[in-house]
């Protein structure tokens, strides 16, 4: 690393962080100054943030919150991840926050957020977490529900484990390597493709994982709670599966089946009660062909044709 990276007296480190906070600029401008970070840029409100986010190429974000703000901090944060918000999915983001509650937690754990800062906050604090983001950063997993670093306590079993991932480290690539703006757009492309090959194969497992437990108590006309959430999963899952396919070359016949699939269990899971039972029938065996249809697809090669 550079000499005397995020550490006080340092002059002219090109960082360009985005703070969100409501706290005066000036607060945040003279921590800036003393751990050497020479582009910072202020901001107050989530609405401003999403601007900043698209319009602009940055290095790290760290959002500022008091309570009341977690839930859209944590949407924030899960949309980025999602490649729904900004130019870099993998963009180090911090949250800085009183000491969060349960609930708090829950949100944190599940957004995709590289790590939380309890204030109150500190130089010395910032530049260590600045400092480990960029040279011992957690690589990403993905799962049907989540993209973000790992928090894994321990190995899952070997039927939910998924593989973890190098991601392209905008601190790293700014301090270390110096990559340039086109070095580092290509590098997430290609990155950003990886993640959503694993997402896709986890939406496999999860179609057959959930389709399996929740149609057969279904077509016996056990609709209880925990089968019609597991429908309403199905559903959603199926839902972004079709429109993730629908921008893959050479998916086109599969994100139709799947897609005629999503609105069929969104169908059904609006009003349960008033499907007929043959409907339920019809979409188990048209689930478990999409399933598999496009666990073969994520192999390179269709097994069957899709329906039409």
């Given at each position: ?117 309890v204030r109150p906050l500190s130089v010395g604090k910032i530049c260590d977490r600045l ?178």
């Amino acid at each position: 690393m550079k000499t005397a990276v995020f550490s006080q007296g340092l002059q002219r480190v090109w960082i360009s962080i985005v703070v969100m906070d409501s706290s005066p600029a000036s607060y945040w401008r003279s921590i800036c100054h003393t751990a050497g970070l020479r582009r910072p840029s202020f901001i107050s409100d989530f609405s401003d943030l999403r601007t900043e986010l698209n319009q602009e190429e940055i290095d790290c974000l760290l959002i500022s919150i008091p309570r009341s703000g977690f839930s859209t901090a944590g949407r924030t944060v899960k949309a980025i991840r999602n490649g729904q918000l900004g130019r870099d999915p993998f963009l180090p983001i911090l949250i800085a926050s009183d000491p969060p509650g349960g609930e708090e937690m829950r949100i944190l754990a599940g957004c995709g957020v590289d790590a939380v800062l309890v204030r109150p906050l500190s130089v010395g604090k910032i530049c260590d977490r600045l400092r480990l983001l960029t040279t011992q950063r957690r690589p990403f997993v993905v799962t049907a529900d989540y993209i973000g670093p790992d928090r894994r306590a321990a190995p899952r079993t070997a039927a939910i484990e998924a593989p973890l991932m190098e991601v392209p480290n905008a601190l790293a690539d700014r301090i270390l390597a110096n990559v340039q703006v086109k070095s580092r757009t290509a590098a997430r492309q290609a990155a950003w493709g990886e993640v959503m090959r694993q997402r896709l194969t986890r939406y496999a497992e999860n179609m057959r994982l959930l389709g399996g437990r929740s149609f057969p108590p279904a077509l016996k006309g056990d609709l209880n709670a925990e089968v019609l959430e597991d429908m309403r999963r199905l559903a959603r899952i199926a839902e972004d599966a079709w429109k993730r396919l629908e921008r893959e070359a050479g998916a086109e016949p599969l994100a139709r089946q799947i897609g005629d699939v999503a609105l069929r269990m969104r169908s059904f899971v609006q009003a349960p009660n008033e499907a007929p039972r043959d409907l339920l029938a019809h979409l188990q065996a048209d689930l478990g062909h999409s399933a598999s249809g496009l666990a073969a697809f994520l192999s390179g090669a269709v097994a069957e044709p899709p329906r039409a």
